[in-house]
């Protein structure tokens, strides 16, 4: 799936491929929707083209001898749909550059939170309109942040995450220390079941007032047969002005031949406003690397009187390809 | 020309590279000219350096059985030469997730228009300082845009291109419909002749006052031998504020050996002034990827009194890479 | 170690690997440092993730028959560390198109100065927190500009570079002719002496007042067995308001085995502030590609009464990849 450049060396000489040092690998996605979305105050489906999580980048390891190697990856969000500052569409994902050896992974740079990795394969609406990240803001801890230190490992099935961020905050807000924030996270994968435990920890020491301090998820998928459940809870705590918040979601995907039927319900509570989120959805598997898929997703913001705050619609047709 | 990354199938296994399914293609072209110009009210020859058109892309297709198969464009407008909010320079060009099968080809993102496409080689100074998209505005409908839903498909000798594109108005400016703004092109193309005849047509519900609402282009370019004429019309409607505007075009390129020699003169006229553009230019073929070249060209504003309003000269040495 | 990607015809036909005319090389190197750092003023150890000089780029060249070549690079600065007007990180290194043959290579685009180019490899701190150009702003002469025309030929052991840089500025600031920034440089290179002149010079007409109007650098190295001794030295005139300063710099590298120890001295006297920066360093060689290191840097500037007006130090852990 994945291009290799080959190195000049088997170009040259065709000395066996296999021993080939170079190992840059360019590869991504492209990921557009046409449909239409009604946010309920405007009254209209106000049809779009959009790309969701569409990227390219570059990725590769060199074996460095006695069981260790360097890895590197240059990974940036690209937007045929345009947007940000300049409009070229381009934004960091995960960059970083790291050594892997017997003592585990250690990766220095941009990087998914390992509470962010810990959802698994629960999100059956992943890098679509209804990623659990995007619509309604439901959800909370899928952040990729700078900085990072990360550190992975396998310890039998359960694998460990854990990333250190300093806050550079030179003495003044956000800390000076080499771990002003931390993601923790605990992953048990074995036959049919996945499992993850999270947390992330925010020094808020010179933060502006009103930013939670910290954030729990557990996560668990259970496969049976062409089928695959999964259930995500969240808590982010109460800290000066922010209300505590719970998130709880359910997903359901079901195989059907090459294709996959899918519907996903999430559901976030702050004690002032509960707002939910149901989607459904049929991909259609066009190929290992291409999948086109029809969906469509409800969202509803309700305050406790029971007034409907805020409403939100979309039926889309997309098409992903990966490279 | 292209270069493909081999599969890392190829590397691994030595299978037949006929078969490898990865085909992403690194490609660009770095084109850079110094010379002189001169815009006749400074009155001075400035000297500069500039980068015309030079871009970075990544494409690629799959096959995926039954006829179908699966393509992609990330094409970047890159400027050695600097520009831009960040100063990367870095813009997006055609970029595009798309299918293709017996039924024709839809793309969607972000794609010259089928008016764009209709020029054929029409234009002997594509991508110089002497483009028809660039010096004086002469030109319209040179238009790249966010949000189409291109088809393309050929019928014997006949390729028709269509753009639906959503104006994303949500209801206000712009539409909210699946095609509020729409280009089509039909291209004949047999033997020494081409011609085309497109026409956009745009939605100007709740735009701002003072738009065009269409836009009609007819090209024609006939080969004798080692020579090329060509010939160009453009009408843009009359709306609101804005007055009808006519263009009108003329080429010509003759091939000497590996060189050739060209010429281009356009006008436009809007009733209150009147534009025209002569260049002159003489092409170095270094190989099928490289051109030296020099060039120069002339545009002049009048108004209806007969007073020039505006001039512009640039002699221009350039080199143009392709890989 | 520069991998170059085959031509689709190597996949297609088998034909003789040694005969592809595409040579287009995706290269860059990713480099991050984990450490503390310490601006004296706010009195603490600031941890910081930090990039140091990541690049990305594509570069090639193609033959074009009796002796002539078209060379090209795109080169940019990425930053897993975030910065810049959009936050993607990226900016433009050096990126031209250019001819090369008998009469040496002619560049045109963006490109580093011969004055820069010419510190060979005096820079043990190279690309590094305590990198010449950095740290304190002690040097000059660092400069990748715009618009260069670069003529690179070899004469013997010397190694001749010119750039011609326009200002256009349009008769109004900078100048309007082909050559209004100069920069030059001989480099001499033989057995184990390394020895440059180089010489910048700026045509400030029109340009704002305060600017220095030349450079002068003068740089020699010499290898002794498995040490290198280095030596910097230049002047800035004085010009308008801008006082003439002096910078001069002493380096130090030593291998020991596949590691390295190193150490730099630097210093610039403008006449009202003296400033000194001292780096100490160990290289330890992963790989030809990789390399970790540790480093310390403390740079500290003082009036002509002999208080200090600033103070720097900082300690770094890093990992450098090169692909």
């Known amino acids: 799936m994945k291009k290799r450049f080959l190195a000049i060396a088997i170009a040259a000489g065709l000395t066996s491929p296999l021993a080939a040092q170079a190992d840059a690998t360019v590869y991504g996605i492209v990921h557009m929707s046409v449909g239409t979305q009604d946010t309920g105050t405007s009254g209209v489906d106000n049809w779009t083209v959009e ?13 460095l001898g006695d069981g260790l190697s360097a890895v590197y990856k240059l990974e940036y ?37 390992p509470l962010k990795m810990a959802q698994g394969k629960f999100d059956q609406f992943n890098d679509t309109k209804a990623d659990i990240q995007g619509t309604l803001s439901i959800s909370q801890g899928e952040n990729r942040v700078d900085n990072a230190i990360a550190y992975i490992n396998k310890f039998g099935d359960i694998t460990l995450g854990v990333a250190l961020v300093p806050g550079e905050g030179n003495g003044t807000t956000g800390g000076d220390g080499p771990a002003d924030t931390t993601s923790i996270a605990a992953m048990y994968s074995a036959g049919p079941v996945f499992a993850s435990l999270a947390m992330d ?17 557990l996560v668990a998928t259970y496969t049976m047969g062409k089928m695959q459940f999964g259930f995500l809870m969240e808590n982010e705590s109460a800290n ?28 976030g509570d ?22 086109a898929y029809v969906m469509y997703t409800d969202g509803d913001s309700e305050n406790t009187a029971g007034t409907t705050t805020a409403e939100y619609t979309a039926l889309r047709v997309g098409v992903q390809h990966k490279f």
């Open 270 to 291: 702050d004690d002032a406003i509960e707002t939910t989120q149901m989607s459904v959805g049929y991909d259609v598997g066009l190929s290992k690397r291409s999948t």
């Open 51 to 63: 790309s969701h999580a569409s990227r390219l980048g570059v990725k590769g390891s060199e074996d």
């Open 240 to 267: 000066g002005g922010v209300a505590e918040k719970d998130v709880m979601g359910l997903s359901f995907g079901m195989g059907m031949g090459k294709n996959k039927a899918k519907f996903q319900y999430m559901t």
């Open 77 to 113: 969000g690209v937007n045929p749909d345009g947007n940000g500052a300049d409009d070229d569409g381009i934004t960091r994902r995960n960059q970083y550059v790291g050594l892997k050896g017997g003592f585990g992974e250690v990766r220095v740079g941009r990087h998914d939170t």
């Open 201 to 217: 920890s925010y020094d808020d020491t010179g933060a502006a007032a009103g930013q939670t301090d910290g954030l729990m998820r």
